[in-house]
C-alpha cells in the first residue's frame, strides 16, 4: 500500500509585482523522508519554505502540507509543522524551562500535558540540571538541540529546518543529524536548508533550486552519478553556476 504525500506541490508559484520568486515548481515529500531543499542565495528556496509553513499565501498553483491547502488552511498547517530557523527561535533572556513552557503553549501543549512534555524533553537531552538556566548561558551546540526539540514537542508529523547547523562546528552538526535521523526513524518526516553540501549526502532526496525552478531532484548518489561528480558539492556547483540572479 502505497503511502500519502505530506507535502504535495503542483505549479506553485510566488511573484512580487513583476519577479517571480517561485516559478512553477512541482514535487512531493513521503512520510519518514529526509528532504534537502538546496539553492544560492535567491535561488527562491527561502519564499518555497515560507508558502510551504503557511507563511507566505502563493501566487498560483496548488500545495497542501500535511493534508491542509495552503491557499485556505495556513493556519491549520502552523499548529501541525514544527519549523526551527537558522537564528534559534528561542529567548536568550528566559530559563530553558521558560523557553519549553511558552513554545509548548504556542503549540497548544496545556496543563498536564505540557508538563508531561516538558519533563521528557528534559530528560531526553539530560538538561534537567540547567531548566532554571537562562538559555542565553548555554552553549550554541545545545541551544541548537534544544531549539530543534522544542520545535518537535507537539509531536509534528512534519518539520522544517531552515539552515539549523549554521555556525556550528563539526562535531556538533553530527550530533545534531544523529537527531535528524532518530526523529525520521520514528516517522517524522524533515524538511531542511542548509549550505553544507557534505549534509545534502545525509539526505533521502535533494532539490536544488535555481533561479526560482527546481533545476534537479533526486537521491544524492543518483544525482551524483547523473551528472559524473564526485560529491554533492560538484553536482551543486554544475547547475549553480548558470544562474541569472544571486546576492
Known sequence: MSKEAIIKTNDLTKSFGAFTAVDKITFEVMPGEIFGFLGANGAGKTTAMKMLSGLLIPTSGKASVVGFDVFKQSEMIKKNIGYMSQKFSLYDDLTVEENIAFF????????????????????????????????????????????????????????????????????????????????????????????????????????????????????????????????????????????????
Request: glycine residues 8%; aromatic residues 10%; charged residues 25%.
Open 104 to 247: 509548548g503553549g504556542i503549540y497548544g501543549l496545556r496543563g498536564d500535558v505540557l508538563e508531561h512534555a516538558q519533563a521528557e524533553l528534559l530528560q531526553r537531552l539530560q538538561l534537567m540540571d540547567q531548566s532554571k538556566k537562562l538559555v542565553a548561558s548555554l552553549p550554541l551546540g545545545w541551544k541548537q538541540k534544544l531549539s530543534f526539540s522544542v520545535a518537535m514537542i507537539h509531536k509534528p508529523r512534519l518539520v522544517f529546518l531552515d539552515e539549523p547547523t549554521g555556525g556550528v562546528d563539526p562535531i556538533t552538526r553530527r550530533q545534531f543529524w544523529e537527531m535528524i535521523y532518530e526523529a525520521a526513524e520514528n516517522g517524522v518526516t524533515i524538511f531542511v536548508t542548509t549550505h553544507y553540501m557534505d549534509e545534502a549526502e545525509y539526505c533521502s532526496r535533494v532539490s536544488i533550486m535555481v533561479d526560482g525552478k527546481i533545476a534537479a531532484m533526486d537521491t544524492p548518489r543518483a544525482l551524483k552519478d547523473r551528472f559524473g561528480a564526485k560529491n554533492m558539492d560538484e553536482v551543486f556547483y554544475t547547475l549553480a553556476r548558470g544562474a541569472k540572479r544571486g546576492e
